[in-house]
């Protein structure tokens, strides 16, 4: 019962701090409980942000993303897993990999020095964002990314995660939605780290050295069907090894399970 009370006055704050109109207020307020009443007692990432999606697609966010990125330089993350969940358009996750925009994108680079959750129009627009950073925007977009919004999550030990929320037109965020944005992404952010903490978040997954090659040629950019002419395979074969991979990382992608290798060292580009 104190949890829920907390929960309703910081409701409560954030529809009046943000001028909701009074219909709008209870929708969103009651949304919110829902999805923080629902996390109670989920002890896997995959379910809550399952509940979170759903929770965004109050916002018309379709598509949102959440990982867990290197802390800042001089600093040391206790935190030893990298999470990596997302749910944005497979061929731009593909891209994006190929591209190697992770080394450029404006928005990690903006989120490492923020503390509170801003607009990507606001990144595109700044005179310190680069052409080659806008074309990461630009290029999203064409895959259905028209706009969004990204949550920076810092943590005292140095520990640091974006979530992003995407919507397929142009348009701006009204304040009342990035508020609401924001507190679901940190009630998610801090349900992730207690996994962490207690140990719930899985360790480093053993793989098999065909798994491995696969995952590799994923991290590549490849096709199931171009792996398996590469390692002289079929690509069922291989697309087998990739489901592998993609079940011992906790994913519900071949990117993400990708991506989680290579950060955790297990492949090498």
Sequence with gaps: MERRRMTARVSDFLVHATHFPEAAREAFAIEFDRFVDQTDGIAQSEQLFDLLSAFALNFDCPWIAYDSLAP?????SAQRDPAVILNFPDEWQKRYFE????RIDPIIKTSRTR???FRW??????????????????????FGLRSGVSVPLHGPDGSFAIMSFAQAWDGEFQNRTIAYLQLAALHFHLKVAK???SGAIEEMP????????????????????EIGKI???????????IKNVMRKMDTSSRTAAATKAVQFGIVEM
């Design 115 to 117: 503390a509170g959750a």
């Design 206 to 225: 053993n793989l098999s050295l065909r798994e491995k090659e696969c995952i590799l040629w994923t991290a590549k950019g490849k096709s199931s069907w």
């Design 121 to 142: 129009s606001e990144v595109y627009d700044d005179v310190s964002t680069t052409e080659d950073e806008r074309r990461v925007f630009d290029e999203a977009a064409t």
């Design 195 to 197: 996994f962490d903490n």
């Design 231 to 241: 390692l002289g395979i079929s690509g069922n074969t291989a697309n087998f090894h």
């Design 72 to 76: 800042q330089k001089g600093l040391k």
């Design 99 to 102: 591209m190697g925009y992770d």
